[in-house]
């Protein structure tokens, strides 16, 4: 049976949703594993590559569409991520706001790298 606080909560919006990104960088770029966990513990395993937050279905569209697989680097790929994230919300979207990392096979140790902001507009160019 539900008690009145299972129906409210699974259909009213839930202050903090969370996702998480999970990724393994395997030695070979057949290896990698990347994971999507949804704010309800709801697991997704992607290819390739992975939108989440707002408007995450539409900017992955924007992105799916633009997109050649693989693409051929880091700055075409910054670039159709931009686009697209201009394109899903409609908006000139400051890529000062953003937070970009990649994944470095070849890192010995974390394989997790932050591009600093100073980069961005080399990436764009």
Partial sequence: TRRPSDLI?????????????L????????QN???????DGTIFQEQSFVVIGGRSEA???AI????GNPLPNLQAAFSLCVRSLRT???????V?????AVLKRQQV?????????????????
């Fill in 9 to 21: 909560f699974s259909q009213e919006q839930k202050p903090f949703e969370v996702e998480i990104l």
């Fill in 23 to 30: 990724a393994q960088v395997g030695e070979e770029a057949g």
């Fill in 33 to 39: 594993e990347l994971y999507r966990i949804s704010f």
């Fill in 59 to 61: 900017i992955l569209s």
């Fill in 64 to 67: 799916r569409q633009g997109s």
């Fill in 88 to 94: 899903a919300t409609d908006h000139d979207v400051s």
């Fill in 96 to 100: 000062e706001g953003l937070e970009v």
């Fill in 109 to 125: 140790g974390r394989k997790f790298s932050r591009i600093p902001q100073v980069d961005f507009p080399a990436l764009l160019s």
